[in-house]
């Protein structure tokens, strides 16, 4: 069936370095993807989303990448700081009679050294 | 603006006894209402969506039902838990089906 998946479950960077998270999915109906953070014991929030439209979207700090061809996602975080320590997962969703409904991957623990 | 509340934070509960988690949703209309379940260091797992009110899709088999008795509340339920069912619930809302959706804060659920 659909999957998303990551390929990195940790992360460890110092801080000022740029982090880049990484994602595959595997249904190439996908249209439109989701990038949240979640730190402990909280729910996720919302970070950058992106449609299959597009190859790359930049928010503040944040640019998110896609590659259909590959079907590969990928969250680049510049400057990376403490306060960016949390779980990152991709979502995707694979639009028509999905509903809306969001497939999440497993999720990368993302580590920020002072 | 808009924001989602989830109530109780927290909460032990014995096996069979029964639950019911609440999700509120304030500044919107007619969203499209969501639970997921997350196990420790996993993903999230979605369990019911609803559209509208009175309106429910069970995506996955167990023993948990979701009703919406008014726009914007969304009920998560069991009769009886199960060990299996400790977790944290997550609501979350998106303004359609094609866009972001928006998390609670959650709630730890630990049955013992």
């Known amino acids: 069936g659909e999957s998303v998946g990551l390929h990195l479950p940790t992360l460890s960077v110092q801080e000022g370095d740029n982090s880049i998270i990484n994602c595959a999915y595997s249904?190439?109906?996908?249209?439109?993807f989701i990038w949240y953070k979640q730190e402990s014991g909280k729910g996720p929030q919302f970070i950058i989303d992106?449609?299959?439209?597009?190859d790359k979207r930049q928010g503040q700090r944040v640019t998110v990448l896609l590659n259909k061809t590959v079907k590969h996602l990928s969250l680049q975080i510049a400057a990376t700081q403490p306060g960016d320590s949390a779980v990152y997962f991709c979502?995707?969703?694979?639009?028509?009679?999905?509903?809306?409904?969001?497939?999440f991957g497993q999720g990368t623990i993302l580590t920020v050294h002072p | 603006s808009q924001t989602i509340h989830q109530w109780p934070a927290t909460l032990v509960q014995p096996v069979g006894s029964p639950l019911s988690l609440e999700c509120t949703v304030e500044?919107?209309?007619?969203?499209?209402l969501y639970w997921y379940r997350q196990a420790a260091g996993r993903g999230l797992q979605l369990l019911f969506y609803?559209?509208?009110?009175?309106?429910i899709s069970s995506e996955v088999p167990q023993n948990l039902s979701a009703s919406r008795p008014q726009d914007r509340q969304f009920i998560l339920s069991s009769k009886k838990l199960l060990l299996s069912d400790s977790g944290f619930y997550l609501c979350?809302?998106?303004?359609?089906?094609?866009?972001?959706?928006?998390f609670g804060p959650g709630t730890r659920l630990t049955v013992l």
């Open positions: 979350a809302w998106s303004v359609g089906w094609d866009r972001e959706q928006f």
């Open positions: 249904n190439s109906a996908s249209d439109y």
């Open positions: 992106i449609r299959s439209n597009m």
């Open positions: 979502a995707e969703n694979a639009g028509g009679t999905s509903y809306g409904k969001l497939t």
């Open positions: 500044g919107t209309s007619n969203p499209n």
């Open positions: 609803s559209v509208g009110i009175g309106q």
